[in-house]
């Protein structure tokens, strides 16, 4: 299970319908450790293909 928390000021920037700030928060944790990430769900173009 995963659980992020943040202030309500950030609430309108996140969405359910991509999976971007999940992964963004577990990149560089999964990087420093040499962990693959599998990703099942929807990411931004952007964040895909950088």
Excluded: C, H, P
């Excluded at 609430?11 to 992964?23: C, H, I, K, N, P």
């Amino acid at each position: 299970m995963l659980w992020y928390e943040s202030s309500e000021n950030y609430g309108s920037y996140m969405t359910t319908e991509r999976v971007d700030a999940f992964l963004v928060g577990l990149l560089w944790l999964a990087l420093n450790k040499g962990q693959n990430i599998l990703v099942k769900g929807a990411l931004s173009e952007k964040l895909y293909y950088s």
